[in-house]
């Protein structure tokens, strides 16, 4: 079956605010999911690409690279701010990291650091903080604080099912 790529999909916002703990929930479980996958594969099979798309370490290390730009999310968020910034759709970042060089163990530790910040100052909101909303500039919708947390779970989701993906793929040589 075709997935639908990432910036084709279309997001519902159309939930109660009070799902949040949920939302967080699911972002909470990312760093053990992805350690839980990656963490007893031999490096040369993090490592190896399907043709010119990541391999399952760099999809790992895309994630890592994206907490900076939640942080600064939150950031925008917390000072009432109409209109949030724009990711970088051509993840120079995560093409210049060279993600694959490092070890799987480095990427997966500072990954967990990196959400178990967010997570953080998440759960030091206020319940009223999740109603919060800023235009999402790709998107072109107004996005609460809540579905920004949704949309990073459904990104996170993305990114580990392209991970099991490569493991079924090079199956045969793990």
């Known amino acids: 079956m075709q997935r639908i790529p990432w910036t084709q999909r279309q997001f519902n916002f159309n939930f109660p ?12 479980g990312t760093p053990a999911r992805l350690e839980d996958k990656l963490q ?4 040369t099979v993090l490592t190896r690409r399907d043709g010119e798309r990541w391999s399952m370490q760099e999809n790992a ?5 994206l907490e900076a730009l939640v942080s600064g999310r939150l950031d925008e ?16 970042k995560t093409f ?3 993600h694959n060089e490092r070890s799987i163990s480095s990427i997966l530790g500072d990954f967990r650091l990196e959400r178990d910040g967010i997570l953080a100052r998440l759960d030091s909101f206020p ?17 609460r604080l809540v579905d920004m947390i949704l949309f990073q779970a459904e990104h996170d989701d993305f990114h580990l099912t392209r991970i099991t993906e490569l493991i079924r793929l090079f199956h045969s040589s793990i």
């Open 61 to 65: 290390g895309h994630l890592l690279d």
């Open 40 to 43: 007893s594969l031999p490096a």
């Open 96 to 98: 210049e990291s060279n």
């Open 77 to 92: 968020y917390e000072r009432g701010a109409t209109a949030l910034q724009a990711a970088d759709m051509s993840n120079r």
């Open 127 to 143: 319940a009223e903080m999740f109603a919060r909303s800023g235009l999402h500039p790709r998107l072109n919708v107004q996005m």
């Open 17 to 28: 605010v009070e799902l949040f703990p949920e939302m967080l929930e699911r972002i909470r």
